[in-house]
C-alpha cells in the first residue's frame, strides 16, 4: 500500500521556475514540445531513421492527494491516446527521455506541491527510467527528491537498486514516505 503525506504551501511562482529551467544547463538536447493551459498534456514529435513519430506525455491525477501519473508513450491515431508498448527506436532516446523530464520541470514549475510517479510499461522500460534517473541523478538532485519502490516501499532512491516504480517531487515540497 502507498501511503504518504504531502504538506500544504503557497504556490511558487511558475514563471520564475521556468526562468530557472532556462538558464539551467540541460546534459541532452531535448525537443521542443506543445501543451496546454494546464500544463498536463504534451505533444512532441520524434525525428530518426524511422522518420517523424509524434510522441505524448501526460499527467493524471491519481486516488492520492497531489500524486500524479506521467503517462508517456507513442501517439496511437486508432485509440486516439498513448501507446506505451510501442517500440520506436528512432536513435533518440536520450532526446526523448531529456524532454520528457523537461515536462516535469514544467509541470512541478506549475504544480509545486505534485508528486509524479512514473513507472515503465514494461521491466525493461522501468529499467531504461531508472538508467536515466541515474545518469542524470547530480542535475535531478539540485531541484528535485527521487525515491523508488523496492519490496513495497518507498525509499530514497539509490544508485544501483532496482526499483518498480518512481516518485518524484521538488525538494521544497516537504514529502513524508
Do not use: C, H
Request: proline share 2%; charged share 30%.
Amino acid at each position: 500500500m502507498l501511503a504518504f503525506r504531502v504538506k500544504k504551501r503557497k504556490r511558487d511562482n511558475v514563471s520564475e521556475d521556468l526562468l530557472l529551467l532556462k538558464k539551467k544547463r540541460m546534459k541532452f538536447p531535448k525537443y521542443i514540445y506543445s501543451t496546454e493551459d494546464q500544463l498536463l498534456y504534451y505533444e512532441f514529435t520524434s525525428e530518426g531513421p524511422k522518420g517523424k513519430i509524434k510522441k505524448i506525455v501526460e499527467y493524471t491525477p491519481t486516488s492520492f492527494e497531489n500524486v500524479y501519473n506521467l503517462a508517456f508513450g507513442d501517439y496511437d491515431e486508432e485509440i486516439d491516446g498513448i501507446n506505451d508498448t510501442s517500440v520506436t527506436n528512432n536513435g533518440d532516446s536520450q532526446k526523448v527521455l531529456a524532454t520528457v523530464a523537461s515536462t516535469v520541470y514544467a509541470f512541478t514549475g506549475r504544480y509545486p506541491n505534485a508528486v509524479v510517479l512514473a513507472t515503465g510499461s514494461t521491466n525493461v522500460r522501468t529499467r531504461l527510467y531508472r538508467m536515466g534517473i541515474t545518469n542524470n541523478l547530480t542535475e535531478i538532485a539540485t531541484d528535485f527528491r527521487v525515491f523508488g519502490l523496492k519490496d513495497d516501499a518507498w525509499e530514497e532512491f539509490l544508485v544501483g537498486e532496482d526499483y518498480e516504480a518512481f516518485l518524484i517531487t521538488r525538494k521544497k515540497n516537504k514529502l513524508k514516505i
